[in-house]
């Protein structure tokens, strides 16, 4: 084990071996093993988004072992599913990639404007997969926020009981944000903040937008001029928002477009010091010769070796 991977692994020193061990096993494993950087897999948009809109472009992602293969071909850090699909390759694939289980899901079988994901796995599960982490989602800016924020507290306790790393998708969403506001460079930073006070070893947010939601936020990234113009500068506000960057911070892909803009956006997040990238819809969505290519080349940025 590298000094850089030794630095990251004592920022929690609170937690016990089983789980420090499982976060070295997170970042020593693919492509970018003991760089300090990480590009995860995660194929949750089958269950948020619906099977047609997620694989319908590339047919053969319909099958749950392509993720599998895509990410361990790839050389990912780490593969990201629900329940169904990891249990659905688990025992094929067992010991060729730490697996993420991610423990709460929402669909879009409605409208919602202020969303609470269904529970729909276990800390149990995720030890009966091999996995060395679990994954939940929160939505600061929901109505239903603090019930999430509860869930999490709990299963964040168990997992770490039970020596298990706590990856956490936090997404601002809610009534009382705008569309605009969900990306706004105060939200994200403070989603961020959040998350890493619930516990988070991982956290896991969208790319910041110069736009400021918050009227009080707004005054005091103006008074204190706090950079924000370019976005390396916006991705380096939100690592020092997760206690001065002594949180391993990544950000989503989103959906699939223009390669020349996601690798500068990729560039972006190495050059404000994030921590990488958790790359689905960006990956997957385009035949596999093609996503092994798009996340090599990903990972080739991250560890310095593309410009």
Not at 170 to 191: C, F, H, M, Q, W
Not at 232 to 244: C, D, G, I, L, P
Not at 268 to 277: K, P
Request: neutral net charge; hydrophobic residues 40%.
């Amino acid at each position: 084990m590298n000094d850089r991977i030794r630095e990251i692994l004592s920022w929690y020193g609170s937690d016990n071996a089983g789980t420090r061990t499982n976060l070295a096993r997170l970042l020593n494993h693919g492509r970018l093993a003991g760089t300090g950087r990480l590009v995860i897999l995660p194929v949750d948009q089958g269950f948020e988004h619906g099977p047609a809109r997620s694989f319908a472009p590339n047919p053969p992602s319909y099958h749950p072992h392509y993720h599998f293969g895509l990410a361990i071909e790839a050389g990912c850090n780490a593969y990201a599913a629900p329940l169904g699909f990891l249990e659905a390759g688990g025992g094929q694939y067992a010991g060729a990639i730490p697996l993420i289980l991610k423990l709460n899901n929402h669909d879009m079988l409605h409208e919602d404007k202020d969303p609470l994901p269904a529970v729909t796995g276990s800390v149990k599960e995720a030890l009966r997969l091999g996995c060395v982490a679990v994954g939940f989602t929160i939505y600061p800016g929901s109505v239903h926020c603090g019930r999430m924020y509860e869930q999490l507290r709990e299963i964040a306790e168990e997992a770490k009981n039970a020596g298990l790393a706590v990856v956490v998708w936090s997404y601002p969403r809610g009534s009382s944000l705008s569309k605009e506001g969900e990306t706004a460079i105060d939200v994200v930073a403070y989603a961020a903040q959040i998350a890493a006070q619930l516990g988070a070893h991982v956290i896991k947010v969208k790319l910041p937008t110069a736009h400021l939601e918050q009227a009080a936020a707004k005054k005091v990234y103006e008074a204190e001029q706090v950079p924000i113009k370019m976005l390396s500068e916006r991705v380096k506000h939100v690592v020092q928002s997760a206690f001065a960057g002594r949180r391993i911070v990544i950000f989503s892909g989103g959906p699939k477009g223009d390669d020349k803009t996601f690798f500068e956006e990729v560039r972006a997040i190495r050059d404000g010091d994030g921590f990488g990238s958790i790359i689905g819809r960006n990956s997957f969505q385009r035949p596999k010769a093609d996503a092994i290519k798009f996340l090599q080349t990903v990972m080739g940025i991250y560890a310095g070796e593309i410009p």
